[in-house]
């Protein structure tokens, strides 16, 4: 058939589609919405707005919170009373089992010849300290692959070692913040992107899904527009685990912590000192960083592993390869939290008034990686959370079901905090049988995408639901949530990744998620040391507070619950984290 044909053809049946996914929605009702709750709840946000308190107290006063840290724990202490002083219900923490929490307790690293020069910086999670200061004589030994642990064998013990590549620098020719789209953009391109990991990362709408399901800990995917790698070959600063350098590909392919724990094997039983890398990305004093180590007492401990600023560790490879032996002094010190290894969700209620066994749920991540202190990734989120059970708890206006916020752990490191959650709440995966509470829930909405404000929402794969959310935001389009989008195709989540929301649509639950202004998350903030209060715009995070405050007031007085996804069969095969 001719070209032409083929393309008359195909455009003929996507206009098809298009008209009958579009009657399909026309043919649902929207919701005639409560416009003087909207009012209330508007005056609540932007006039008495706490989020920027919430996040001072979840970043500067105890991030960041690596998973089942003591921070962690100091957090969510500080969360549960917070709760309870906004007359919250049923407040507690909800444990299951991960193995330890780790975090820094103190980082000096300088080169003290053949000049002084301070170094930034921070040890990868989970790697150990140098008890007490240690001056070291680096050695570069690039180690690209497997096959190069036998050139180095007897050659690394008591050594300083940096076996990565120089990372290649170029010139930041664009700016780090993405501008914000207009809404007329977002629209003519069929709805917002975000929400979730930033662009090209693992576990973004459309990127491929790591391997081995880890959150935050997966390789890159391809890039998305705007994202793609300049001429220096270093992807954009965020993009990727352990991939700055084609040649350390093999060792980015490690996704499942299998190839990583034969490395940290390997330099243990060499006797390695200390392994010195320039983070996963990130230049000009933003390193990118997270974990060197496991969690998991049964894995292998490494010597200690620090990420220094890229061009720092360039200039030691530089001065090491002019035979000038540049000493360096490091003091790291590390606590590991061995005491409990269960892990924990916090968990606090509004409870309904008619129908309090139904429920619907917020929520955000409250674990974060140890560069920053965990302020966009996810401390806007969880902030946003609370800020929105906190509008509704203080306009106290009566809502049939029960609004539930949930603040998750370990999603960095496979969302396993709100996977154990649903298998214990709702139905383990591999058998699909399901709980009393399993028709009860209604809806979890997910924030994990940054600090950018709301733009547009998933509908899940249900036109009936993209109906019911286009009457939702038709009210508030003035604060630039316009889109809904996915209201056609229904995609199952096979695993969990990539954000908490994928362990409720995992099993058959409506996980929805939130399409955010990028920023600079992807750029400057997932995973770096930049990771801070002072990159998150307030106007964004009260407008997140806002919508997600609306959204929960509507699903929780609503006549009805809102449409499901379909249940997928049990799956024999499936993890299950509990
Ligand atoms: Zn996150």
Known sequence: MK?????????????????????????????????????????EAYDHSQVMENLFWLADAYGPRVNNSKNHRLAAEWAMKQMKEWGLKNVHLEPWHFGYGWQIKHFYAAMESPVYASFTGFPLAWTPGTNGPITVEPIFVPIHDEADFAKYHGKLKGKAIMMFDPAPLGLHTRVDATPSPTDEEILARGGARGGGAPAGAPGAPGAAPAAGGRG????????????????????????GNWEFTPTSLALANAKNGELRNKLNTFLRDEGVTISITPGYNGDGGTIFGTYGGSENPSDPVPPPIVAIGAEQYNRLVRLTQHGLKPKVTFDVQVDYQKADQNAFNVIGEIPGTTKPEEVVMVGGHFDSWQGGTGATDDGTGSAVALEAVRILATLKKPMARTVRVALWGGEEEGVYGSTAYVQQHFAVRTTMVKTPEYDKLDVYFNDDGGAGRFRGVSAG??????????????????????????????????????????AFSWIGLNGIGFQQDGLEYGTRTHHSNADVYDRVPKADVTQGSFVEAWFAYNAATRADMLPRIPTPAADPNAKSHE
Do not use: C, Y
Request: glycine share 12%.
């Open 3 to 43: 070209l032409h044909r083929l393309k008359q053809a195909a455009a003929a049946v996507t206009a098809l589609l298009l008209i009958s996914s579009a009657t399909a929605q026309e043919k649902f009702q929207g919701d005639k919405v409560d416009l003087d709750a909207l009012a209330a709840i508007k005056t």
């Open 461 to 502: 794969g249900s036109p009936q639901m993209a109906a019911i959310f286009k009457s939702w935001i038709e009210p508030i389009k003035d604060q630039h949530i316009v889109s809904v989008s996915g209201g056609d195709t229904f995609r199952p989540t096979a695993n969990p990744g990539g954000t908490d929301s994928t």
């Open 216 to 239: 935050g800990r997966a390789g890159g995917a391809a890039a998305a527009p705007g994202q793609e790698r300049d001429a220096s070959g270093r992807g954009r600063p965020g993009e």
